[in-house]
């Protein structure tokens, strides 16, 4: 039985990401901050973990609890979006999108890795097309834009230490989805974003580099 990790799986893409690898008939390992969002997780078959990407003796933890797991999919999706507004940053403002986007995976990452490059698996990140530097037409955004831009910079140093042990290492923009974070009025749904990027993963090669794709898998650059 194949087994998926899904880091902040409470709702919107990562819970669907959850419920259609069980349906599927994979093992999934999941994470949600409350008890209440575990509970749900385990209803449906997950092996639920609280966790807080921001407290670094959780992050700790959850590498004790994932000791000697192989894993075959691994989904790193806890995300905030920060304020709204493009005028003077708050420090409170940067300290929550830059520790739950950039700190999170510069903690969490080293500790996955490892359990997907022994099953030669797909480690994935939810970066964003606003993280792109080389296809960034708009400012808006910025401080969301900087979280995404380091995300994926850490994701480019995590595939130069395990990419050669064999995990391959993806950034993903999953499509503008009606979420709490995407709005009512965005593109597609979480159905449709987790099956693209199933089955994006599904069908791409092994690589030890990192790679940028859309949901559907077209390329992204940098």
């Keep these: 039985m194949p087994t ?12 669907e990401l ?22 749900a997780l385990s209803a449906l078959g997950a092996e639920a973990h609280k966790l807080d990407v921001t407290d670094v003796e ?12 192989e894993l075959d999919v691994a989904f790193l999706n806890a995300g905030v979006y920060g304020p709204r507004h493009d005028g003077f940053p708050q420090q409170s403002d940067f300290d929550s999108v830059m520790h739950t986007n950039v700190l999170a995976a510069m903690r969490l990452l080293p500790i996955i890795a490892p ?14 097309h606003m993280g792109s530097l080389s296809e960034r037409s708009s400012s808006s955004g910025s401080l969301y834009r900087a979280s995404k831009a380091a ?15 064999g995990a391959t290492c993806v950034a993903f923009h999953p499509g503008w989805v009606r ?6 009025g ?8 987790a099956a693209g990027m199933r089955r994006t993963l599904a069908t791409l090669p092994a690589s030890d580099q990192a790679v940028y794709r859309n949901y559907d898998g077209k390329p992204i650059g940098w």
């Design 4 to 15: 998926a990790l899904i880091i902040g799986a409470s709702r919107g893409i990562g819970l």
């Design 18 to 39: 959850v419920t259609q690898y069980r349906a599927d008939g994979w093992r999934v390992i999941a994470t949600a901050r409350k008890a209440e969002d575990c509970a």
């Design 58 to 69: 959780a992050c700790a933890g959850l590498g004790w609890k994932l000791d000697d797991e």
């Design 115 to 128: 359990l997907v490059a022994g099953k030669r698996g797909k480690l994935a990140v939810l970066s964003s």
């Design 151 to 165: 995300l994926n910079s850490v994701l480019i140093d995590t595939a130069l230490v395990y990419g050669p042990q």
């Design 179 to 184: 979420t709490d974070m995407g709005g009512d």
């Design 186 to 193: 965005a593109d597609i749904s979480p159905q449709e974003s």
